[in-house]
């Protein structure tokens, strides 16, 4: 039974960040299946979409169950919003797309501690992945 133990404690953390990685993983590639129905939309309408549902994705939700955040720069008022990085410079200068990542929450800078585990859209499209790794 200890040897049981032993191996279901050892095995358990192992499976729960590869289960974590995966979800990461899905994140990143819905973020960049998402990239070119974006641009597409853009290139056809002469602007970007207002939000996720002018590109078919209305609901479209992120591996934790919450829907994906995207935030057209052209039609903010001024830069509050917009994802930002260390010193606070906006991370793209077209839009924001990111998930909230595990804990389901976010703050404009990526270097707060909610913002770390977002997986992110940064550098105008050169960039997605982990926020904590940006």
């Known amino acids: 039974m200890f040897i049981f133990v032993t191996i279901t404690a050892m095995a358990v953390p192992s499976l729960l960040s590869a289960i974590n990685a995966a979800r990461i993983a899905k994140a990143v590639g819905d973020i960049s299946t998402m990239e070119p129905e974006i641009e597409q939309y853009d290139l056809l309408n002469g602007q970007l979409p207002n939000d996720l549902s002018d590109i078919g994705r209305p609901n479209f939700l992120?591996?934790?169950?919450?829907?994906?955040?995207?935030?057209?720069?052209a039609t903010m008022k001024g830069n509050g919003k917009a994802r930002k990085d260390r010193f606070l410079v906006p991370l793209n200068d077209d839009y924001d797309l990111y998930s909230d990542g595990a804990d389901g929450k976010s703050s404009s800078p990526i270097t707060a501690q909610n913002s770390q585990d977002d997986i992110i859209r940064a550098a105008d499209g050169g960039y997605i992945g982990l926020a904590s790794d940006f």
């Open 62 to 73: 992120d591996p934790w169950g919450k829907p994906y955040e995207y935030l057209n720069h």
